[in-house]
Structure formats: structure tokens, C-alpha cells
């Protein structure tokens, strides 16, 4: 069973999320930040597939984008596909919408889609 890393703040949009990704058959960890999600990813214990985040965060919590550098260049995960979607990107540096760590994509409006973003990205690996 592949494991999705999600990270989503908005309740409801995790929740569905999580019910399409579980029901195609991932195993899925939810965290509401990035700074969650970095303390799953230290965990040894813990495999994981595909890192699945938002772009903005709340305040206090670094933003997607700097979750998925941390990921892409630790040598620990990457193994790891990133997805990283938002919702708009008018407030990022364009720097970083430059060169992102991984697929950048608007978040979509139904979120059974991301099982096939998601499908789509395991299905790249070797």
C-alpha cells in the first residue's frame, strides 16, 4: 500500500481529501502543517510515497514550497514524489514559482481529482 503525506489546513478540504485518497487505497497521514508533516517525515518509522501539500500556510508554519525543498533535497527522501497545489499564487515569491520542488498545480475544485494527480506521480517513479 503507497502512503500520501497530506497537509492541508482547511478542515474540509482535508477531510475530502483524505475520504477520495483512502478509498482509492492509499494510506494516508494528515497533518495540518508543514511543521506536522516535517516531524512525520523525521519519523524513521514512517515510509512515505508522496508528499501532498498546500502552498500557504498559516501564519508561524513555512509554506509548502519550503516543505517540498526541505523534502527534495534530503537525501533521507528523495525517493519521495511532491505534489503541491494552491489555491492561488499571487502572494508567493515568483522565485519560487520559478523552480518548484515538485508538480505545482491550482488546487482542484474536487479533491477525488488529486487520486489521479496522485496516480499519475507514483506511476512516473522507475
Known amino acids: 500500500?503507497?502512503?500520501?503525506?497530506?497537509?492541508?489546513?482547511?478542515?474540509?478540504?482535508?477531510?475530502?481529501?483524505?475520504?477520495?485518497?483512502?478509498?482509492?487505497?492509499?494510506?494516508?497521514?494528515?497533518?495540518?502543517?508543514?511543521?506536522?508533516?516535517?516531524?512525520?517525515?523525521?519519523?524513521?518509522?514512517?515510509?512515505?510515497?508522496?508528499?501532498?501539500?498546500?502552498?500557504?500556510?498559516?501564519?508561524?508554519?513555512p509554506h509548502g514550497l519550503a516543505l517540498g525543498r526541505m523534502v527534495r533535497y534530503n537525501r533521507q527522501h528523495q525517493n519521495i514524489r511532491i505534489v503541491l497545489y494552491s489555491v492561488g499564487y499571487d502572494s508567493l515569491p515568483e522565485e519560487d514559482l520559478k523552480?518548484?520542488?515538485?508538480?505545482?498545480l491550482p488546487r482542484p475544485e474536487d479533491a477525488a481529482q488529486l487520486v489521479g494527480v496522485i496516480e499519475e506521480e507514483l506511476a512516473l517513479d522507475p
Open 99 to 104: 523552480t518548484p520542488p515538485g508538480r505545482l
Open 1 to 61: 500500500m503507497r502512503t500520501v503525506l497530506l497537509v492541508e489546513h482547511e478542515d474540509a478540504y482535508r477531510h475530502d481529501a483524505l475520504t477520495a485518497l483512502e478509498r482509492a487505497g492509499f494510506q494516508v497521514i494528515a497533518c495540518t502543517t508543514t511543521t506536522e508533516a516535517l516531524a512525520v517525515l523525521d519519523d524513521a518509522a514512517t515510509s512515505v510515497d508522496v508528499l501532498l501539500s498546500r502552498v500557504r500556510m498559516p501564519a508561524g508554519h
